[in-house]
């Protein structure tokens, strides 16, 4: 399924939300100039569980936790995650306000890195993508607008359909998705998608949303 726009309106302008794309798009650009030393570039600066376990610096250790977000490995990768984070972050950072959204993404990516390490502490496979801190505005936009339509296409073989999906279906079906898909890499020592990082984004983002909004939850209404 692939969400074209959901159908909340949001009162302020994302700034935070459209920076964070701006920054994901110019950081892929800069990595597809890096020819023959982008792979140099990509185990340096996305997350290697096992590095972590390595006698290097702490900064060394720390920083990729941050700098993998904002690392994509093909224009598909990048594209996807930037849709879902222009249809589904504006909206909770509407809510959140503009810092607090910021820091609020910063540590579902370090919730998702963390779930990662701990499926795949041995793994020395750089993760790099912002999937991982998406995932955890995708768990907070389901806590706070169950309700909400999400304009949809889904390919159906030869025949595509676009329809109106509740947003707690869409997004029910995406985490459940990711899951079994989880449970089914477990074990794998292949290159792949990190879909426990997906997993504890999302589940850091309804957890960490407690923390940011008094109230325990937020309902669209119209």
Known sequence: MIPLRDNIPHRRKPIVTVLILIVNIVVFLYEISLGQRLEEFIYLYGFIPHSLFLPISFLSKIKPLFTSMFLHASWAHLVGNMLFLWIFADNVEDRLGHFNFLIFYVLCGFGASLSHLIMSSHSRIPAVGASGAIAGVLGAYLVMFPSAKVLTLIPLFIFWQIVEVPA????????IYQFLLGVSSIGGTQAGIA????????IAGIV???V???????????
């Open 208 to 210: 960490l949303l407690r």
């Open 212 to 222: 940011f909004i008094r109230r325990k939850r937020y309902y669209y209404s119209g």
């Open 168 to 175: 707690f279906i869409f997004l029910g079906v995406w985490f």
């Open 195 to 202: 879909f426990w990082a997906h997993i504890g984004g999302f």
